[in-house]
């Protein structure tokens, strides 16, 4: 593995005047501060449609994409979007995401680029948007009828829907297709408008030498288009009700675990169809991003599987799955993929074991280093190549914020360690990363500006008040791009 630095940054977060990030101009400025400060990695979250709670993380679709980062100005740019559409834009906080009113506002300018479209397209343009639908027919479908299917009963969840339809059953299908034709089309475009974008923004990072290191959940979203669409890969009632229900047991975030809420997969109908659904989704997340990282890796060895009459994760337990037989499949059908095996929470050598034979770098955060002694395979000095290291990830605290909340022993110990006094902490975090033999080694950009608690993306269990975080272009100063490129130089990042 070659020695790489990266900024670990979600679009949403860049700045922009719609009060969302976009593949706007700070998007290509961003890849230019990548490439000026000699970084060779851009990790993402998960690019689906967020639903509830606007997660990244619960997505309407595992394979489309979130059209809230649509870059509207280029919509204008293109003639797909009266610029007098946006002349009314309302006034958005800068520093966060406010989602509501700017889900109401995206989505209803979005609506109109579609009428827009429609009138001004050229034939080329229009060729390429249908070739578009036929190329993604085999996930789009059913997605965009998904889409469509919530609009007309008011956002509900696919079972409470009329029963024909609620079962993907072709005859209700048809019938909905038709009667919904403009809404059904409505979400293809969008999603014709994300690829278009994304493409021509990753190809720009590609060229400046940025790899994108893209993230995929290992579960899907209980509202969603593919829980919709295959029911029979899932763990549901007769009614689509849920029986069993993703999770974590009691950790470092949580006493009382983690009640996720995603079905679980039916992993034995699963490798009956030879796993064609997880190929097709490796298929597309590798033609989004260069590397891509699995989220909750040891889901894939065995899984916490609660009931779904629980209101907490406490009373669960764990079920095998069957990951050398997934892993196999997907190599014979795609070669050996730059997978990211997230390995975080309770490892063991069997998780290990399902790692190491298919090559994946696990992962290590420099934040759960610090505990009793000096054995912690999160400290620098027990690090291995073939392994990827954060100063935290989405759900860990800013790297001040955390430091600033340790009790005094463990305060001393990083101190010790560092070698510093603390007042520069998340430098001093950085530079431990990057002089290790870690082969790549990611922060956030929060923790390059040296923020604080406040500006953290996620605080897992919270149901709300997450993934807002967004910074200003005068906080990218022009200190930051010469230590970071000074440090990024010294330990042979570059």
Sequence with gaps: MQRLN?????????PGRYGIGEFNEYAYRFVDFLADTGQKLWQ????????????????FSAFAGNPLLINLDQLVS???????????????????????????????????S??????????????????????????????????ALKDAHGGAVWNTWERDIARHEPRALAAWREKL????QTYQYLQYQFF????????????????????????????????????????FDEDGNLLVIAGVPPDYFSPTGQRWGNPLYRWDVMQQQCFAWWIERCRAAFGLCDFVRID?????????????????AIHGRWVQAPGYELFRAIERALGKLAIIAEDLGIITPEVEALRDTFGFPGMRVLQFAFVADTKSTYLPHNYIPNCVAYSGTHDNNTTVGWFRSLDAPTRA??????????????????????????????????????????????????????WGWRYTPAMLTDEIRAQLAEMTAAYGRC
């Design 413 to 466: 110990q990083v101190l010790c360690y560092t070698g510093t006094d603390g007042s520069c902490i998340h430098w001093d975090m950085i530079r431990l990363l990057m002089m290790s033999v870690a082969g790549m080694t990611i922060v956030t950009m929060q923790d390059l500006m040296g923020l604080d608690a406040n500006s953290r993306m996620n605080l897992p269990g919270r149901p709300d008040g997450n």
């Design 196 to 235: 278009k974008q994304w493409s021509a923004l990753k190809r720009y990072a590609n060229d400046k030498g940025i790899r994108i290191v893209g993230d995929i959940p290992i579960f899907v979203a209980y509202d969603s288009a593919d829980a919709w669409a295959h029911r029979e890969q899932f763990y």
């Design 296 to 312: 909750h890796f040891r889901g894939f060895e065995a899984y916490w599987e609660v009931p779904a009459s629980e209101p907490t």
């Design 44 to 59: 993402v979250l998960p690019l689906g449609p967020t639903g509830y709670g606007d997660s990244p993380y619960q997505c």
């Design 114 to 147: 579609l009428a827009y479209f429609r009138q001004h397209a050229t034939p080329e343009q229009e060729a390429d948007f249908w070739s578009f639908c036929e190329r993604n027919a085999a996930w789009l479908d059913d997605y965009a009828l998904f889409m």
């Design 6 to 14: 990266g900024v670990l940054l979600h679009p949403t977060s860049l």
């Design 78 to 112: 293109e003639n797909s979007l009266a610029a007098q559409d946006l002349a009314n834009a309302p006034s958005f906080p800068a520093d966060r995401v406010d989602y509501g009113p700017v889900i109401e506002f995206k989505y209803a300018v979005l609506r109109r």
């Design 181 to 184: 034709q403009t809404q059904v």
